[in-house]
């Protein structure tokens, strides 16, 4: 089957073709980052207006590339929710007017399934599976039994991984979003200099926080002479990579302890991390669990995971009609 995938619930269009025969996906995004920069944040209806202007272009190009026509297509896959509305919408309405026009199937995906089944991409999954999901707004531990079956482990009281990465990298006066900035400048940086507090980290709950790191992060970089010194920034943010992925890492694995399962997978932006990777890693190595990381590509948004995830719903026959609706916030466990 080809399926056409479509993202836009956030600051990136996005739309991939993902062919199941050839397991394979091109994936094309057009980024909104330079957009968004100057306000240190995605600002929503800016976002509606670059997606309105860029997907129709996207979808165009790729499909040339692919040498197809709508006709071709087997279905389409698109984010319905969670995300920015009017930034969903624009997907949404998209991804409908094709269907209608060429007779596809539509099939909406959740956002943090695309995420997940990002690491179906590049190998075959081994479940069942604790799945770290750390995003720019997510946290969360979820238990994989099967593809489309989920359970919600755990989760963030307040602050998302990536938000903790961004939050910190402005107090350091990096560009947003900071998280590939932290992890560049970490490498560099003293690993003994700056050991941040891990909180809750004696709480036997599957549970984080993270807005204590941020307070943290301000009182050590106000203290620090002005302007900031490149060591200084390098040592600071090696400080708050090792505080968050160590309060990551020690959460998957309990939970990978208590759930008793063979594989545990990262997904969403954070999963790019070169910190978290590493140390992933080297602790499945240890306790014997398999695990590939994702290809950071397909880390942080993209078309591709909406892809694939929307294929395993077509070929089981799942449809939406065009009453398809978007979704600013809902739980994957009770989706579907
Ligand atoms: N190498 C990296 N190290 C740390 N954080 C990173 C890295 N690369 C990306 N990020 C972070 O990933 C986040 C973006 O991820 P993603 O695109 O999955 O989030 P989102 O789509 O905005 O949120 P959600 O998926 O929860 O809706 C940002 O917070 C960014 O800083
Ligand atoms: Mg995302």
Same mark, same amino acid.
């Given at each position: 089957?080809?399926?056409?995938?479509?993202?836009?619930?956030?600051?990136?269009?996005?739309?991939?073709?993902?062919?199941?025969?050839?397991?394979?996906?091109?994936?094309?995004?057009?980024?909104?980052?330079?957009?968004?920069?100057?306000?240190?944040?995605?600002?929503?209806?800016?976002?509606?207006?670059?997606?309105?202007?860029?997907?129709?272009?996207?979808?165009?190009?790729?499909?040339?590339?692919?040498?197809?026509?709508?006709?071709?297509?087997?279905?389409?896959?698109?984010?319905?929710?969670?995300?920015?509305?009017?930034?969903?919408?624009?997907?949404?309405?998209?991804?409908?007017?094709?269907?209608?026009?060429?007779?596809?199937?539509?099939?909406?995906?959740?956002?943090?399934?695309?995420?997940?089944?990002?690491?179906?991409?590049?190998?075959?999954?081994?479940?069942?599976?604790?799945?770290?999901?750390?995003?720019?707004?997510?946290?969360?531990?979820?238990?994989?039994?099967?593809?489309?079956?989920?359970?919600?482990?755990?989760?963030?009281?307040?602050?998302?991984?990536?938000?903790?990465?961004?939050?910190?990298?402005?107090?350091?006066?990096?560009?947003?979003?900071?998280?590939?900035?932290?992890?560049?400048?970490?490498?560099?940086?003293?690993?003994?200099?700056?050991?941040?507090?891990?909180?809750?980290?004696?709480?036997?709950?599957?549970?984080?926080?993270?807005? /204590?790191?941020?307070?943290?992060?301000?009182?050590?970089?106000?203290?620090?002479?002005?302007?900031?010194?490149?060591?200084?920034?390098?040592?600071?943010?090696?400080?708050?990579?090792?505080?968050?992925?160590?309060?990551?890492?020690?959460?998957?694995?309990?939970?990978?302890?208590?759930?008793?399962?063979?594989?545990?997978?990262?997904?969403?932006?954070?999963?790019?991390?070169? @910190?978290?990777?590493?140390?992933?890693?080297?602790?499945?190595?240890?306790? @014997?669990?398999?695990?590939?990381?994702?290809?950071?590509?397909?880390?942080?948004?993209?078309?591709?995971?909406?892809?694939?995830? /929307?294929?395993?719903?077509?070929?089981? @026959?799942?449809?939406?009609?065009?009453?398809?609706?978007?979704?600013?916030?809902?739980?994957?466990?009770?989706?579907?």
């Amino acid at each position: 089957m080809k399926i056409l995938g479509i993202e836009t619930s956030c600051d990136d269009t996005s739309v991939a073709l993902f062919d199941s025969e050839r397991a394979a996906a091109e994936n094309l995004i057009s980024s909104q980052v330079d957009l968004h920069e100057q306000f240190g944040g995605v600002v929503p209806e800016l976002a509606s207006r670059a997606h309105l202007v860029n997907l129709l272009p996207l979808v165009d190009h790729l499909l040339r590339r692919q040498g197809l026509a709508p006709a071709d297509l087997d279905g389409v896959a698109v984010t319905s929710g969670p995300g920015l509305i009017g930034a969903l919408l624009v997907g949404l309405s998209t991804a409908k007017a094709l269907a209608r026009a060429a007779d596809l199937p539509l099939v909406g995906v959740h956002h943090l399934e695309g995420h997940i089944l990002a690491n179906a991409l590049s190998a075959e999954l081994v479940l069942p599976a604790v799945v770290l999901v750390v995003s720019g707004g997510h946290t969360e531990l979820i238990l994989m039994r099967e593809v489309g079956r989920y359970e919600r482990l755990g989760g963030t009281l307040d602050d998302a991984a990536g938000e903790a990465f961004d939050k910190s990298a402005k107090l350091l006066g990096l560009p947003y979003p900071g998280g590939p900035h932290i992890d560049r400048l970490a490498a560099s940086g003293d690993p003994a200099r700056f050991v941040l507090p891990r909180p809750l980290a004696r709480d036997p709950r599957l549970v984080f926080s993270f807005s /204590g790191l941020k307070t943290a992060v301000k009182i050590e970089a106000e203290a620090l002479p002005r302007p900031l010194r490149d060591q200084d920034v390098c040592d600071l943010s090696r400080g708050v990579q090792d505080a968050i992925v160590d309060i990551l890492v020690q959460r998957l694995f309990q939970a990978a302890r208590r759930t008793r399962v063979r594989a545990v997978y990262l997904a969403g932006g954070v999963a790019a991390n070169g @910190g978290l990777r590493a140390a992933v890693a080297a602790e499945a190595d240890r306790r @014997g669990l398999h695990f590939i990381p994702p290809a950071r590509v397909y880390c942080t948004d993209n078309a591709a995971m909406i892809a694939r995830a /929307g294929w395993e719903h077509l070929r089981l @026959g799942r449809r939406d009609g065009l009453g398809l609706d978007s979704f600013a916030r809902g739980d994957l466990t009770s989706w579907r």
